[in-house]
């Protein structure tokens, strides 16, 4: 079992649609997750990090965080074109160094 | 806020010279910092972290006598590729964590090809 999964995709939704992007992650004690999108050939952005159970939202962007079912997700409304990219959710592990342990990535295709 | 820069952005080398890259925070002090390699259409692989005044940790499977980091300062990590090859052509970034908080800020990232 990998430790962060998410769905390779491409998830494709029309323009002005709801995205929806899911990870799930299998180190319990993790307290920490981000969200990064990441253009081709570009390096990646922080979108969103989330460190409580629920939601937070910032702007079009909406994190959830479930820990009981070691879930977390990032919603996109209002999906525009520009947002067509690969997404990638983080973990942090909480011991030594803080390295972040990443998923491979959803790629979103977003169509006019 | 929290700006990573890195220099340069694309490099050109001959087999078995060395090149270094430079990642500096721009705004913020960056406790730790971290090193990353990606080939096209893979997943970013973390190759070491490094904090300041301390030597770098690096993962399993890296050379470290091959890619020598120093993280001189808050603000300053190099990463010198020795005796470059062709297999080590890659997208290189570099990413760094400030004092508080445990938001991970990347660099644009240097482009490396080994002819």
């Known amino acids: 079992q990998k430790e962060v999964e998410q769905n390779s995709g491409p998830l494709s939704v029309p323009e002005g649609a709801i995205a929806s992007l899911n990870c799930t992650y299998s180190d319990r004690v993790s307290q920490s997750f981000f969200w990064y999108r990441q253009y081709s050939g570009k390096s990646p952005e922080l979108i969103m990090s989330i460190y409580s159970n629920g939601d937070k939202e910032d702007g079009r962007f909406t994190a959830q965080l479930n820990k009981a079912s070691q879930y977390v997700s990032l919603l996109i409304r209002d999906s525009q074109p520009s947002d067509s990219a690969t997404y990638l959710c983080?973990?942090?592990?909480?011991?030594?160094?803080?390295?972040?342990?990443f998923g491979t990535g959803t790629r979103l295709l977003v169509s006019p | 806020g929290a700006v990573v820069s890195q220099h340069p952005s694309w490099v050109i080398c001959k087999s078995g010279t060395s090149v270094k890259i430079e990642c500096r925070s721009l705004d913020f002090q960056a406790t730790t910092m971290f090193w990353y390699r990606q080939f096209p259409k893979q997943s970013l692989m973390l190759m070491a972290t490094?904090?300041?005044?301390?030597?770098?940790?690096?993962e399993q499977g890296v050379e470290k006598d091959k890619f020598l980091i120093n993280h001189a300062s808050l603000t300053l990590s190099t990463l010198t590729v020795t005796s470059a090859h062709p297999e080590d052509s890659s997208f290189y970034i570099c990413?760094?964590?400030?004092?508080?908080?445990?938001?991970?800020?990347f660099g644009p990232g240097t482009r490396l090809t080994v002819t």
């Open positions: 490094s904090n300041e005044g301390s030597k770098a940790t690096y």
């Open positions: 983080a973990v942090n592990r909480n011991t030594g160094f803080q390295k972040l342990v």
């Open positions: 990413s760094a964590r400030g004092l508080y908080g445990y938001e991970q800020y």
